[in-house]
């Protein structure tokens, strides 16, 4: 029972929209079955895992800190920053190509809701390592484990100051100066699990906070290359702690375990989980139905993320035909790329995200982006948006009809005005200007 | 003409129908303002992240500062006096120089009502107005706006610097926005073909129209600033939306970074010099007569805990402080009822005591500088603050 309008929701909706020469065809049959293959079947691309350069990066950092001499300092920037622009065109091109663009958009969404941000230079060679490491293996596998892998993540304790974190009555924190540092339990609590309004108190912030000191680095470089886990048990803070009510006894680098699990499965979580994930792929305003099927499956499996994402769905709601969200900056560019054919190089990714005002991997705060229609299409962003689509569509070599392409793309979803635009442009890259600008292709 | 040009007036009516507009319209955006109920103007700057105002105006005569700061303390040489009790730091040079003008007032041990530490709940309170996060859906200089007689769909009255708009002018009046940009201009005949596709798609026509509207007031190119220095330019551009006799007279500019979790001296200075250049920059383009009636209105969300925290920075705490700066008020001081920074006089043992209620000072503004009716104040914009005394600000 599938229909054109499903394999563009299913393009669109959960991918990064239909490419120029298979159109509507990569979802013939079943477009909700080969969905669900995807999540049953995630794939990790072996090609983007590459560790050469985080090896490099880090050996040049070590050497410009023992020794400042310009020439080092500029070679330790330059390989973090071709590091850092690597991965990302690695990581867009892929989206623009891959045969599961589902698992991308996943990998994307969970990859913000636990944002670290290259605010923090020292993370700009380790976002390789955080994404395939820490996010990529559990989209659709338990969340405790993602939790866990973020938090004990070299990326998320330097960018949430816990690598420095240790307990006042430690020897670590008598001896190295460093004492509590409350910034990564805050941010669990409040962004990534249960919470603000969930009824916590600053008491158990600290309490929290206590059980993760020493979760931190490896801090012996001639140990490690780059920077590497490592539960400093001196540093840890003795004695029981209470969060949320329940004590937890001293127990090393379990009680923080204990802890992340019991929140990795909070029905608080679940119910943000879900919202978040709801807000993100189907409606700024989901109906609270589709919520709470979410919620309850997430539940039911102890925090499962493929039965949360499977019940999305399969919810009715999932496939009404309205476009109702705006597309992030980041996958305009991808689908636009993908409508055109456009075979970027690491310069047009780069500029076209920077020039959009998106920098990946900095987000403002540690909230990550935002899902909201009205942030992604404010007044400053949709004006960009006709000036890069221009750019863009100069570029394009080759004959296209904007108007037949706009047929061969969008399928049943061409409305009247945009086919009219579209037959009465100038010119191939206005008509290509306008394709991309259209709200059929504006939203998903 | 072709038949789609459509006027800008039109777009902002969310009118379906492709009216066509006079030709001597295009091409005039000022044209499209209409009559505006004020002649006084406000910047707000939202220093997010959580300012920590001990470092930035310092009670360096407070005996128990250098205690309790021990290595966060500034140094005597970096400090330029203010009142023989506090001094500002000397990143702030240009800010102390207007001080010295008696343009610009300090509030110290300031705080909304808010009194837990999360930034995103502080920082929706401060925009909403009311004492909770989420007490509404809609910020109060909207609200502010709205009482002054702009309306939906009218000549936008507020203005957002910036990528997004801030929640502070979330709401019913129209609220404009520019930020700069990378890229080549698109000509108006590809904007007047765009937003007929959009005459169904209320979103993106509303937003499209507005940004229409903003094309060519603002022309920074080639000064767009990278990362934090992009404050400079936006201030910039926010002097020439301002000082137009016809644009809008509320603007939001934000400074992010001021979460200073770790070794936060260096990061600090860099900032405070920033915020200091972005303000001169916004005074030197703004000219004199305009000045007298504007008025730069400087928060953060909250201020940071008073002792340093295990690593050279210091978390979330609660009172901070708020400038105030323009070209008519008593400036010159440093208004603080100080707590004193001995433990006991500390909120939770652990952060500076609010002394001032943040929206007393909002209030004044909007009584004072704005001359609105503490009755519209109270009851609409910052509800539950009536009782609140105004600060001695003009």
């Known amino acids: ?444 | 003409m072709p038949e789609y040009e459509i006027s800008r007036r039109n777009f902002l009516k969310g009118s379906l129908c492709a009216c066509i507009a006079p030709a001597f319209l295009m091409g005039y955006p000022g044209l499209s303002f209409a009559d505006v109920p004020t002649d006084k103007r406000l910047v707000l700057v939202f220093l997010r992240g959580g300012l920590d105002s001990l470092s930035a105006v310092v009670p360096y005569a407070d005996p128990g500062y250098r205690l309790v700061r021990g290595k966060l303390a500034v140094s005597q040489k970096d400090l330029l006096d203010a009142d023989g009790f506090f001094a500002f730091h000397n990143k702030m040079k240009p800010l102390h120089e207007l001080y010295q003008k008696k343009e610009l007032a300090v509030i110290h041990a300031v705080a909304t009502p808010y009194r837990e530490r999360s930034h995103f709940d502080a920082q929706d309170l401060l925009e909403n107005g009311t004492a909770k996060p989420n007490g509404t859906d809609s910020g109060w200089l909207n609200r502010a706006i709205q009482v002054m007689g702009g309306r939906s769909g009218e000549s936008a009255l507020g203005l957002s610097v910036g990528p997004s708009r801030q929640a502070v002018l979330r709401g019913d009046a129209s609220v404009t926005s520019w930020s700069p940009s990378y890229l080549r201009d698109v000509n108006e005949d590809l904007i007047s073909r765009i937003a007929r596709m959009y005459e169904h798609d209320e979103l993106l026509h509303r937003n499209l129209g507005i940004a229409q509207e903003n094309m060519g007031i603002a022309d920074t190119k080639g000064k767009v600033g990278r990362g934090d220095r992009a404050f400079i330019p936006a201030m910039e551009a926010a002097a020439k939306f301002l000082v137009r006799q016809d644009g809008p007279r509320i603007a939001v500019v934000d400074l992010g970074g001021w979460d200073t979790h770790v070794n936060q001296n260096g990061r600090l200075s860099n900032l405070l010099g920033i915020l200091s250049e972005g303000i001169t920059k916004f005074r030197l383009k703004t000219p004199d007569d305009i000045w007298n009636k504007t008025i730069v209105y400087v928060v953060s969300e909250f201020g940071r805990t008073v002792r340093p925290n295990g690593s050279n920075g210091t978390d979330h705490g609660t009172a901070g402080m708020s400038m105030v700066i323009g070209g008519r008020i008593q400036g010159g001081r440093v208004i603080s009822q100080w707590p004193g920074l001995s433990e006991n006089k500390l909120f939770q043992r652990r952060d500076l005591m609010p002394t001032t209620d943040l929206r007393a000072v909002s209030k004044t503004l909007l009584g004072v500088h704005f001359g609105l009716s503490p009755g519209a104040i109270g009851r609409d914009i910052l509800p539950g603050t009536s009782g609140l005394a105004p600060v001695d600000l003009f």
Request: contains cysteine; glycine residues 6%.
């Open chain 1, 1 to 444: 029972m599938s229909s054109s309008w499903d394999q563009y929701i299913a393009l669109s909706r959960f991918g990064y929209g239909p490419d120029r020469e298979e159109g509507l065809g990569f979802y013939r049959g079943r477009p909700l079955d080969r969905l669900i293959d995807q999540i049953t079947d995630p794939r990790l691309p072996k090609h983007l895992t590459d560790h050469g350069g985080i090896e490099l990066s880090y050996k040049f950092l070590s050497a410009a800190r023992k020794n400042k001499t310009k020439e080092l300092v500029r070679l330790a920037r330059k390989a973090m920053r071709d590091n850092y622009m690597g991965f990302v065109y690695d990581l867009f091109l892929h989206r623009q190509k891959t045969d599961q663009p589902f698992i991308e958009r996943l990998c994307a969404f969970w990859s913000n809701h636990f944002t670290v941000s290259i605010d923090k230079p020292v993370v700009l060679g380790l976002l390789r390592d955080y994404e395939y490491t820490a996010i990529r293996p559990y989209i659709t596998g338990r969340f405790a484990d993602m939790l866990i892998a973020v938090a004990s993540h070299p990326a998320m304790l330097l960018y949430l100051d816990n690598a420095q974190s240790f307990g006042p009555n430690t020897l670590f924190a008598r001896f190295a100066k460093r004492g509590l540092n409350e910034n990564l339990a805050r941010e669990i609590l409040e962004l990534h699990t249960i919470g603000v309004d969930a009824g916590y108190s600053q008491h158990d912030v600290i309490a929290f906070a206590k059980m993760l000191t020493g979760w931190s680095l490896e801090l012996r470089q001639n140990r490690t290359p780059y920077p590497k886990f490592h539960f400093h048990a001196r540093g840890h803070e003795p004695g029981p702690k209470t969060l949320l009510g329940r004590t937890y006894k001293e127990d090393g680098i379990n009680e923080a375990k204990a802890a992340l699990s019991m929140l990795a499965t909070h029905p608080r979580t679940a119910r943000r989980l879900a919202t978040k994930m709801a807000r993100h792929f189907i409606s700024d305003k989901p109906s609270s139905n589709l919520i709470m099927k979410m919620e309850q499956a997430f539940l039911r499996g102890g925090g499962d993320l493929f039965a949360m994402t499977q019940a999305m769905l399969r919810h009715s709601e999932s496939w009404l035909q309205d476009l109702r969200k705006v597309k992030t900056t980041p996958d305009y560019i991808v689908s636009s790329f993908r409508a055109l054919g456009f075979q970027p190089k690491e310069f047009h990714t780069v500029t076209s995200l920077h020039s959009l005002d998106y920098l990946p991997f900095k987000a403002p705060d540690p909230q990550g982006f935002s899902d909201d229609n009205s942030y992604w299409a404010a007044p400053g962003a949709l004006v960009k948006r006709a000036e890069w689509a221009q750019e863009a569509a100069v570029r394009i070599k080759g004959k296209y009809d904007p108007f037949m392409l706009g047929k061969q793309l969008f399928g049943p979803y061409l409305s009247n005005s945009t086919a009219f635009a579209l037959k009465g442009a100038e010119s191939q890259s206005q008509g290509l200007t306008l394709l991309l600008m259209s709200p059929e292709f504006q939203r998903r």
